[in-house]
């Protein structure tokens, strides 16, 4: 009899009575190396990936340290690329595209703002040449200069390198661009999204101020939204 192994206890056996679950789960001899694999690499993962302490200590040195405020926006960043993503491809309409652009905006501009970096003046008055883009197509390369921002950040915060302020300024100058390209393919402006978000964050912090109540809450959105 081939030697078969239960998914349940990992334990190789050629009798499902010296199985030690005593269930009758077996693989074959393609599905074992497959599973050994896998396991291995959950093991692997265990044991190399940063220790919560670890990671902690790289974004707070002290409350003066930027660190995890660029992580935090480098990650909202990314989150709102993908919804941008996500109103192309199921066409949610104008309205929306707006709100998603202007939160990119809200993030890219923060991330420029903490790396010294003037964000201010990025695209003004410029149209991007792409070639004969599409707002989609736009969107993709959005996603990689994302991407970009995110590895730039990753050696940062993760790695405690030194940020590479080169890098991470071209990236964020190449997702502005595609912002751009994205709004005038969709005949947007600039403008409308800055207002946009401006009003909508004056909704859901009226005061002036962030707290994660009214981030929890959501004024400015309708129940259920």
């Known amino acids: 009899m081939n030697t078969q192994i239960c998914v349940n206890c990992n334990y190789y056996f050629s009798d499902i009575h010296s199985c030690k679950c005593r269930k009758e789960i077996r693989m074959n001899k393609n599905e074992i190396v497959q599973h050994k694999t896998i396991v291995f690499h959950q093991e692997m993962i265990v044991a190399l990936a940063k220790s919560n302490a670890d990671t902690a200590h790289a974004l707070y040195f002290d409350d003066s340290d930027t660190h995890a405020l660029i992580n935090h926006m480098a990650f909202g960043l990314f989150g709102e690329v993908a919804e941008v993503m996500e109103n192309l491809v199921e066409a949610k309409g104008r309205e929306n595209l707006v709100e998603e652009l202007g939160d990119c905006e809200f993030y890219l501009g923060r991330l420029a703002q903490l790396v010294n970096y003037n964000s201010l003046m990025l695209i003004h008055g410029v149209t991007p040449n792409l070639g004969g883009t599409t707002a989609l197509n736009a969107t993709c390369y959005a996603v990689i200069k994302a991407g970009n921002i995110m590895d730039a950040v990753k050696r940062l915060t993760t790695y405690e390198k030194e940020l590479n302020v080169e890098d991470l300024a071209k990236a964020i ?17 600039r403008q409308e999204c800055f207002e946009h978000n401006i009003n909508k964050l004056g909704k859901r912090y009226s005061g002036g101020t962030y707290s994660n109540k009214s981030a929890q809450e959501r004024a400015d959105k309708t129940k259920g939204e």
Not at 173 to 189: K, W
């Open 173 to 189: 100058t190449g997702m502005a661009y595609c912002l751009e390209s994205i709004r005038v393919n969709s005949n947007i402006t």
